[in-house]
């Protein structure tokens, strides 16, 4: 990106007929704004092609706001906008993200207009044209000024948001316009098939775009959009394109800028693009030395294919498949042992492996091989937490806050550490971090509820955070006993320094209770309460995931390797 | 950000259709009930059940042998070789473990004599334990060995109560009658505190140890938040009836006089002194003596149920119905006289 390079608009030209020159490649979406900003771009019409909308409220109304309500019809609309308060008073501009930077565009006034362009899959049928109404609805569900201004034509569908209005439509629906427009294109456009907001990295199956860059770009042309600026973002980061995909990002670019010149299908010879796949071809067959040698050669031809989505251990963390996750980040640090993190992703894998020794050792090496170990410090922290030893844990997760200050899984942890060395205050303050950095884990709020309302119950931290796709068991510590009728828990391993508690169980967590006599995920669980109970899934997911973490807060499961399941 | 965010931070971009799902209009509810206590729980349990009979909580004599000779002891007289003969076996006690277990009994007290004579202590202890009933131990403390500690520390009961009626060696020996056993006591508590294990330390006001009473209660207040300490004042008569006890009995002028001031111990006495006119026994409590007796309470075995001929359940459900109780029904004394004096 050059960021520095833009002080003015250049003249309009037709995009993909005419050659472009006010173009910008990103890595990230939100640096747009940026660009719009630097070239105080005003009252806009912005043209967005893109698989996501990247608008969401970002909360910034002020509880003094309420004092100006002119009618108390405002004030109870203005309180109806759960989404929109700030508690924090957290600037603006440092809440943007990739997922809502238009946003600050709309407050900001540099667009007026949007178009958003989707993917003619959005369009193909009308139930998944159906799919990008209800994600609107949704959107608009919690803004009562706008939620009425959603209209629906096969051509479109057109709402406003902060006044502005929005036309979402396919390209071949856009209309000509008279004045250029800024033109904003994200990779991810040519990948994205669904509406679901899912990253496409994620997914089990293999990515195939809709549509090659040679094809967009003559509809492109076809569309006839006059624009003086364009900014093309990669999305490579979250997962959204995949990093085999990216060269598309920059056969688009070359497209607006040399119209004339034919696109290749494939990555360019001597390209990152061309190595990387090479890497992954190598991979698949198991051969690690020419593994290596491509993998290197594509850091050398460009640095910023280091990055954990290159890394197909990562999707298989995601996923919860922790031997294929190690597998794949062993090969990782036998092919670039310099780099951070194959060991960190190593040692994660290793930490839910329950093999803790070892992951401690793969995670002390990560520490080496950066100068930012922030998560490095913070699996190490987990491992004591596993070992119980709270003075360790606490050490390293110190570190972790030394180095990275702002990761609110770190000061979850921390506050976890806190509640079980029986520093309360220490521990609230991580709470409140935790949750003023914009995370809400499972028991958070119990947590909080906990520090401020009984000196003298304190349990452990949930480290586990419950994840329906994990296979979790009863432990033997915990017994099941029946009395009167009613189930209740006796735990009998020891919980120094607490209370000797029971705990009693209604029917459904009853039901759920006895599902995890034998290893079970928290999706079976959630399908298991839908056979028996009248329950929408919904509704089960959320009872299952908190039942999940009140029993992992109270050391009742344990989480098991997926392949328990399998064996 | 020079990391990876771990997978379990991974958030979609513009937030999922799912997030945005109403949870209103449940129609059930799912969860867990953190229970304050088991009294809380027992309180719950019987407010659902219209005969308000259920076997809840009981004490268990598991053996009248005691290492130590206390002077005011109870039990002492069924100390002997002969007694101990015909106290229950260890397969009888498993057995009656599974008995108390089917039943919802969920609190147990394992009492003496002193239950760490037991030879099979462990292995009872160990099987109640694993059943996931909520225990406690009434013990002297003068044989919480290292072994017994790490195994209650692994193992944890809800508490351990400690009988300490001197502080002075030379008190609480004349009253165990063991040299030795001052430092052995002392030796157990420490051990026990190690392990963060709750201990009761317990006392006796008698007229042997009066002037210690109030020190015994600044030392267990001195060892910090995992002891507390209660002190008894009334004797209690041995099983043979001899009345030996309430020699050391302190009369009602002497227990205001001697330790009316302390707060602690008044309002001991008072709860003492107002409990209800009807107790749990025999509806969610009851005692089991080192034989195999069902009784209504260890302070009332005139009349018991054999649980080695029968069950458990008939015992409780068809025959401590039928057992007479003094509270209940005002009648005659059981076995202390003094303390009925008080009551009434």
Known sequence: MSRTTLTRISPATLAGVH??????????????????????????????????????????????????????????????????????????????????????????????????????????????????????????????????????????????????????????????????????????????????????????????????????????????????????????????????????????????????????????????AESYRETLDAVDRQDVEQAAKNWQKTIERDPTYRTIYALPAYREEAA????????????????????????????????????????????????????????????????????????????????????????PEVWWAWAGVAEKCGERAEARRAADQCRSLGYEPVGLTALIRRLKTDSTKQKGPSMNLPNLQTVYQRKSSMITRRVAGEIILVPIQPRLSEDPALFTLDNVAAFLWDQLAKPTSGQALCLDLQDHFTVNSAQADQDVASFLAELIQIDAIEVLPAQVLTA | MAYGPSPALFRPRCGSVGRFDSLEGRVYTTGMVLERSAEQLTDRLLAKRADQRLPLSGQWELTCRCNLRCVMCYTDCFNTPEKILHELSTDEALQLLGQLEEAGCLELTLTGGEPLARPDFDIIYREAHGKGFVLTVFSNGTLITPRIADLWAHARPKQVEISLHGLSKTLFERITTKPGSFDRCRQGIALLQERQIPVRLKTAAMTINRHEVLALQAFATSLGPTVSWSVGEYMRDTLNHSGEPYQYQLSEEELRAELGANAAIRDAHDRQVSQPASCGSGRQTFHIDAYGQLQLCSNNRRMSYDLRRGSFRDGFYNHLPQFACPRQNNALAVSAPQRLDVIA
């Open chain 1, 19 to 272: 050659p472009v020159k006010a173009l910008h490649t990103l890595e990230n979406h939100d640096e747009a704004f940026r660009i719009w900003e630097k070239a105080e771009v005003k009252n806009r019409t912005l043209v967005h092609i893109d698989g996501h909308l990247d608008f969401y409220w970002i909360p910034e109304k002020s509880p003094d706001d309420l004092s100006d309500a002119p009618i108390s019809r405002s004030f109870k609309e203005w309180i109806a906008e759960t989404e929109a308060w700030n508690l924090s008073k957290t600037p603006l501009t440092d809440l943007m993200t990739i997922g809502n930077f238009l946003y600050p565009a709309m407050r900001e006034q540099m667009v007026n207009q949007i178009y958003w362009v989707v993917p003619d899959p959005f369009w193909a049928s009308p139930p998944v044209r159906r799919q990008v109404a209800r994600s609107l609805q949704a959107m608009l569900k919690n803004h009562p000024l706008e939620r009425a201004s959603l209209k629906e034509t096969h051509r479109s569908i057109t709402l406003t948001l902060l006044g502005c209005p929005v036309t979402v439509c396919p390209l071949r629906e856009l209309p000509s316009f008279r004045q250029p427009v800024l033109l904003d294109i994200d990779t991810d456009y040519l990948l994205t098939s669904l509406c679901d907001y899912v990253p496409v990295y994620y997914s089990n199956k293999t990515v195939i775009p809709w549509q090659t860059p040679k094809v967009f770009l003559e509809r492109l042309a076809t569309a006839a959009i006059p624009t003086d600026l364009i900014t093309i973002a990669y999305s490579v980061d979250g997962g959204y394109t995949p990093l085999a995909w990216k060269f598309y990002g920059d056969q688009i670019a070359q497209g607006l800028r040399q119209p004339a010149v034919p696109l290749l299908d494939n990555p360019t010879p001597g390209q990152a």
């Open chain 1, 320 to 407: 919860h498949r922790w031997v294929m996750a190690l597998g794949y980040y062993d090969l990782w640090v036998r092919m670039d042992p310099t780099w951070y993190y194959p060991h960190l992703g190593r040692g994660r894998s290793l930490w839910h492996l329950g093999l803790i020794p070892q992951a401690e050792t793969a995670l002390e090496t990560a520490c080496q091989k950066t100068t930012e170990p922030t998560m490095a410090w913070y699996w190490l922290g987990r491992c004591a937490v596993r070992r119980e030893d709270w003075q360790a844990a606490r050490s390293c997760l110190r570190r972790a806050l030394d180095y990275f200050p702002y990761n």
